[in-house]
């Protein structure tokens, strides 16, 4: 049972437009949350977190928006640069020392 | 600071070959984990490592075996080389109390 769900596999965007990419999760112990940026033949890189007493957190371009009660969190990047795409992993952990589940990806497509 | 080393880059089995996949990390840090990343399958948890000398299951451990030789260094082993464990491997460790993984770059791995 999937406990960090990315329903969409890929989001294609223009150059200079916001994109959004969408997590939802279903465990509700889940107390920090994480966005991970992937490069091909890279290792994923750790973008932007957010911890569950807030609801939003920005870093330049990059703003995450959580909504506990709707289970549901969100990455905004604005404007969409060329070098944004990439794969994008929404993670979630229960705690400093437990153990980060990853979701599914979305892979982000920045059009010209 | 070369942060999270895994070798080899490359690898192609024959089925039923053995083989090690060696992962160092330079940062102190306590935790160490395997995952395998395969298409529309996100990130999965084969195996971890939370402190020297103690390592447990993820999600997907069957077919693998692991060893924390050390502080810096947690190798993954394949003992028979099956198809399906054709996948991309990463190597992530972590520092105790703190969120957030730091990932290698990867090791591919194709098994015919």
């Known amino acids: 049972d999937q406990q960090v769900k990315q329903n969409s596999p890929s989001l294609s965007v223009q150059e200079g437009r916001i994109s959004i990419l969408n997590c939802d999760y279903t465990n509700s112990m889940f107390d920090y949350f994480l966005w991970y940026k992937k490069y091909p033949a890279e290792g994923p890189t750790f973008l932007i977190s957010?911890?569950?007493?807030?609801d939003k957190n920005e870093d330049g371009r990059f703003t995450v928006f959580l909504n506990k009660s709707a289970k549901h969190l969100s990455l905004h990047i604005v404007p969409s640069q060329p070098g944004d795409s990439a794969v994008y992993f929404c993670?979630?952990?229960?705690?400093?020392?437990?153990?980060?589940?990853f979701g599914k990806g979305t892979r982000l497509h920045i059009l010209p | 600071n070369a942060g999270v080393t895994q070798t080899p880059k490359f690898q192609v089995l024959k089925t039923g070959q053995s083989m090690t996949l060696q992962c160092a990390q330079d940062m102190n840090h306590n935790s160490m984990y395997w995952y395998r990343q395969d298409p529309g399958m996100g990130l999965r948890l084969i195996y971890y490592?939370?402190?020297?000398?103690?390592?447990d299951k993820g999600e997907v451990p069957n077919g693998y075996n692991v060893s924390r030789l050390n502080k810096r260094e947690f190798s993954l082993r394949l003992e028979s080389a099956a198809p399906s464990q054709t996948s991309v491997y990463f190597c992530?460790?972590?520092?105790?109390?703190?969120?957030?993984?730091?990932f290698g770059s990867g090791t591919r791995l194709t098994v015919v």
């Open positions: 957010i911890s569950s007493i807030k």
């Open positions: 490592s939370a402190s020297e000398g103690t390592t």
């Open positions: 992530a460790s972590h520092w105790t109390g703190t969120y957030g993984y730091t």
């Open positions: 993670a979630a952990s229960a705690g400093r020392d437990d153990k980060i589940i």
